[in-house]
């Protein structure tokens, strides 16, 4: 049989052994308060990870359209929303009230046309790349433990796991999301200084 990504179900089942209790079959209804209980947390860390922003949940160039009263409304599983280069506007600075997006430049939240934003999304634990489960179900698994048992020595064992996945997870995004310093304009500009003064010439 061969080996897949770790499930929603696995975590949960991982999270349980961790105070010695025995794992389920399914998730969906179960009545078990220890299942239900690492599957609460399971979920908070999982938002709480995502809403970091990560290559993986992350989209540039989203085109948001105001309704008919002039206001931008966000679907749940949008977390952050910005204007970044080269959607960025002197008269725009964006937030988020309540489900709606706020100008704080102008102090309203009434726009009168298109916005393209980058926004953080938060996907199921089953769309999530391999190293964001290991570390979301492990670092669960920590605050699970500590919550039910409080036993410093699991608590001592378990963090060093927490370590390793979050080192593997940021060696992940920096090999998928192909990061470079000169994708900053500022550093660029200093890497750069001698063409730029050439140019200005």
Not at 151 to 160: A, C, D, L, N, P
């Amino acid at each position: 049989m061969a080996i897949g990504k770790t499930t929603k179900l696995d975590a949960v089942n991982t999270m349980l052994s961790i105070i010695g209790e025995p794992p389920i079959n399914s998730i969906s209804g179960t009545a078990r308060a220890d299942a239900l209980i690492a599957l609460n947390i399971l979920n908070e860390v999982s938002r709480e990870t995502q809403s970091a922003g990560w290559h993986f949940n992350t989209e540039k160039d989203v085109e948001m359209n105001p309704d008919m009263n002039g206001k931008i409304t966000l679907a749940d599983n949008i977390v952050r929303v910005d204007l970044e280069e080269p959607n960025e506007s002197p008269d725009i600075d964006l937030v988020t009230r309540g489900s709606t997006l706020y100008n704080r430049k102008k102090r309203t939240d009434v726009f009168s046309g298109q916005l393209k934003v980058t926004a953080v999304y938060l996907l199921e634990f089953e769309d999530l790349p391999q190293p964001a489960r290991q570390f979301i179900m492990i670092r669960a698994g920590r605050i699970f433990g500590d919550r039910m048992v409080g036993s410093e020595k699991h608590h001592g064992f378990t963090i060093q796991d927490e370590f390793k996945a979050l080192g593997d997870l940021k060696e992940f995004e920096c090999d998928t999301g192909d990061y470079s310093i000169f994708d900053n304009y500022d550093v660029g500009v200093i890497i750069d200084r001698t063409n730029v003064s050439r140019r200005i010439s």
